[in-house]
């Protein structure tokens, strides 16, 4: 079975600094990993996504993500933190599920904290 | 204007009742699918489908029904058998029979038990 872990429940960081919310995945075959971002009382939004090639993603608003096959992680990082990053961040990796259908699976989200 | 309707966006639901929350997309994706978002949980898929009459139980379809009769709509039917279903509930399209493209999500239905 998949899963995803993000093992911080909140990530502080001030404005200004650089900022990384981690995430390590398990799945069968090749990862295809995303990041998404929520705002309060909002959908998801996607960020980047990982699929093959050069480990280091870039994406949306200065995010990238550096993948690890070795070490199973997906961090997601951003050189300068700015107040309005602050949201609650999602890693999800997408996977076979049962019958051959595909499936994506979500972890439970790292509420990212950037103080003036 | 494409992407993912949810209605509505707040629903109350008497004990014992069913509730049906529409989610409605123009972007002519195959893929849908149900999330359920609690504080402190993340996101738990309710089910999902891959192609037009036919779809797959999630982790957690205890409850819930689905149907998908048109490619564009993917509602969902909180039933009484849901004992807890105060939560945000998500609707989400992919393009199907890929694996290496991203989820898009609408804005979300909060469901509240009263």
């Known amino acids: 079975a998949q899963s995803v872990a993000q093992p911080e429940d909140q990530v502080n960081v001030a404005e200004g600094n650089p900022l990384t919310v981690k995430c390590t995945y398990s799945v069968s075959g090749n990862p295809y990993l995303f990041w998404y971002v929520q705002y309060p009382n909002r959908g998801l939004q996607f960020l980047l996504k990982?699929?093959?090639?050069?480990?280091l993603v870039k994406g949306s608003y200065g995010f990238e993500a550096e993948f690890n096959k070795s070490q199973t992680s997906f961090h997601l990082k951003k050189p300068s933190a700015l107040v309005s990053d602050s949201a609650l961040y999602f890693c999800a990796v997408r996977g076979q599920g049962s019958g051959g259908y595909q499936k994506v699976t979500f972890g439970t989200g790292t509420k990212l904290q950037v103080i003036p | 204007d494409g992407g993912i309707t949810q209605s509505p966006k707040y629903l109350f639901r008497k004990e014992g009742q069913n509730v049906t929350l529409s989610c409605e997309q123009n972007?002519?994706?195959?893929?849908m699918y149900w999330y359920r978002q609690d504080p402190g949980q993340g996101l738990r898929l309710i089910y999902y489908?891959?192609?037009?009459?036919?779809?797959q139980k999630g982790d957690i379809a205890e409850g819930y029904s689905v149907s998908r009769e048109k490619k564009e709509s993917f509602p969902l039917t909180v039933t009484s058998a849901q004992k807890n279903p105060t939560a945000f509930y998500l609707c989400a399209s992919s393009i199907g029979g890929t694996m290496n493209t991203e989820a898009f999500f609408g804005q979300g239905t909060r469901l509240t038990v009263v």
């Open positions: 990982y699929i093959t090639g050069d480990n």
């Open positions: 972007l002519n994706h195959d893929a």
């Open positions: 489908s891959q192609i037009v009459n036919d779809f």
